[in-house]
């Protein structure tokens, strides 16, 4: 569970930042990185990592 968390976490914010690159250097695929990222991180990493943090305390 920990494990997946953060790998999880890590990879949709590493999406996020990537298509924000992306944008600021005006190249194809920005938004769909970007959005992509965003929402994965919302709906999948946030959720894992509250879990995680409610089951350890």
């Known amino acids: 569970m920990k494990k997946a968390a953060f790998i999880l976490s890590t990879f949709f914010g590493s999406l996020a930042l990537l ?13 769909i ?7 994965g991180f919302a709906l999948i990493g946030l959720p894992l990592l509250a879990v995680y943090r409610y089951r350890r305390a």
């Open 33 to 39: 990185a970007l959005v992509t990222g965003v929402v």
């Open 19 to 31: 298509g924000i690159l992306f944008k600021v250097m005006h190249w194809p695929g920005a938004g």
